[in-house]
């Protein structure tokens, strides 16, 4: 038997033109195999070894050794309790092998072993090509539909490599059918299952970019870059570029003469409108671009919010609002700035609501009068920090302040703020350990949520996104993390 599987080995290997050690290591498997049914217990783990020089074969059972709780499969697991001396220098994950009788080659026929190593050779070879076509970065693929499945479709490309484009990855109300020549964005590979698949996407953003990388030249020549793109796929997308030419116009060279550029890629969208965006390294020029056709009157910029607010003329509210909200929900995200749209009497009346709170702050925590009050907010005052903590000259620029009433206004905003940490300081101290120890909740956390009367795990765990972010200023994504985090001892109990 020894010289069969020698000079079966050395066939394969060269009709094949694979090494032998492809051939070896299937023939292992189908030993391992047949030995499993020859003792009819298919839920054993066994182990078979070829020796490469003799042909000789030796068979193994083997266990694992796992914890008690993860002890499932008693025919190939030994749980640490019950191990013995044999398994005394193990351990966990180790494995222990014993020898059990070998399983004649002749058994499990030529055939069988032919085609195991068959299949591995054709899983090697698709391997190959997968991991060549990967090489080459080519992340726009082109294919033919071979057939749908449930909705999926299945993509042949380059007649040796097959994608799946998911239902939810193509383009809305697009009607695709078998044979037809489509293109889609290389989203990942998820290695699972039967091998590596190729998933496919004609929805991602970068689907618009790739497609006009393709149409322009001059973004493969480093003339022109694409700084980022939204998409409300199948309706409408943005797309922001940057010039590194002076020469070079962004938005035109990307529309192309008589829009034969845009078209074309707009043709391959299903009639995706597409918005060129002129980048900008300024925020509020950047969303004002972003925000196009529509004309913006002012922008007021919250860096602490990271958002901003933007106010233009009631007639322009529906143009920059868009239908259904799309024109600033794309802005929004193409920009990474929350924008919140507003009429000039709605910034108006904010306005005036602001200049009232701090009106009321001023005369609440400085002991101060109305008018005082006022020239605080009219000089631009908006926080007790500013007034005890800019420079005296400053101050004393105000032509209705002298230095007594400079000192004395200092000294009262320190003792407020002093007050506040006090207090502050003792809301900490009502905070749970629980929360306090939560991964995520840092001492600034700890501290906005207790001026906020959230002073346990429940407390913060019964909040919704939106109050989480409204309270902190971090963002939804982590917001709902952190709310998540407290919510699972809910479960584990």
Not at 59 to 79: G, M, T
Not at 261 to 283: F, H, K, M, N
Not at 326 to 345: D, F, K, P, Y
Request: glycine share 6%; charged share 30%; net charge negative.
């Amino acid at each position: 038997m020894s010289r069969e599987i020698l000079q079966l080995v050395d066939a394969l290997a060269h009709e094949k033109n694979v090494s032998k050690e492809i051939v070896f290591s299937a023939l292992e498997q189908a030993l391992a195999s047949a030995t499993k049914k020859k003792f009819n217990q298919d839920d054993i783990d066994v182990r078979v070894e070829i020796d490469r020089h003799s042909g000789e074969t030796r068979s193994f059972r083997c266990w694992q050794l796992v914890e008690d709780n993860d002890h499932e499969f008693p025919s190939r697991q030994i749980a640490v309790s019950d191990r013995d001396d044999r398994h005394v220098h193990m351990a966990v994950g180790d494995f222990y092998e014993e020898p059990m009788e070998a399983v004649e080659f002749g058994r499990i026929g030529a055939q069988t072993a032919k085609q195991v190593i068959l299949q591995k050779i054709r899983d090697a070879e698709r391997e190959q090509v997968l991991n060549d076509f990967l090489d080459r970065d080519e992340f726009l693929v082109t294919g033919t539909i071979k057939r749908l499945e449930r909705g999926s479709a299945i993509i042949e490309i380059n007649n040796k490599l097959e994608g799946l484009l998911p239902r939810d990855q193509m383009i809305p109300k697009e009607n695709l059918r078998s044979g037809d020549r489509v293109r889609a964005f290389l989203l990942r590979v998820d290695y699972q299952g039967r091998g590596p698949q190729l998933i496919l996407s004609r929805t991602a953003p970068d689907f618009v970019k790739r497609l006009f990388e393709l149409e322009v030249p001059e973004i493969d020549e480093g003339l022109l870059e694409i700084k980022g793109v939204a998409r409300d796929p199948g309706s409408r997308a943005k797309m922001a570029v940057k010039a590194h030419d002076p020469r070079i116009d962004p938005q035109g060279t990307c529309i192309g003469m008589r829009g034969s550029r845009v078209q074309a890629v707009t043709g391959e969208l299903g009639g995706e409108r597409v918005d060129i965006v002129l980048w900008s390294p300024e925020p509020a020029t950047y969303v004002i671009n972003a925000l196009s056709p529509a004309e913006v009157q002012r922008i007021l910029v919250d860096e602490d919010r990271h958002s901003m607010d933007v106010v233009v003329e009631e007639d322009q509210l529906p143009l920059v609002i868009g239908r259904g909200g799309q024109n600033v929900r794309l802005a929004s995200e193409l920009t990474g700035w929350l924008i919140n749209i507003m009429s000039v009497e709605e910034a108006q009346k904010k306005q005036e609501g602001e200049i009232e709170g701090l009106r009321s702050l001023f005369i609440d925590k400085l002991g101060v009068d109305d008018e005082l009050a006022e020239i605080l907010v009219t000089e631009g005052f908006t926080t007790l920090e500013e007034v005890a903590y800019v420079p005296l000259a400053e101050m004393l620029e105000i032509p209705a302040l002298n230095e007594d009433i400079v000192n004395e206004l200092r000294s009262r905003a320190r003792s407020a703020l002093l007050t506040q940490a006090i207090v502050s300081e003792e809301k900490v101290e009502t905070v749970s350990d629980d929360l306090k120890s939560l991964d995520g909740v840092d001492a600034a956390t700890v501290r906005t949520l207790a001026d906020h009367g959230i002073t346990t795990r429940d407390d913060l765990a019964d909040l919704a996104v939106d109050d989480l972010v409204e309270m902190t200023s971090m963002e939804a994504e982590e917001a709902k993390t952190l709310i998540m985090k407290a919510r699972e001892h809910w479960f584990s109990e």
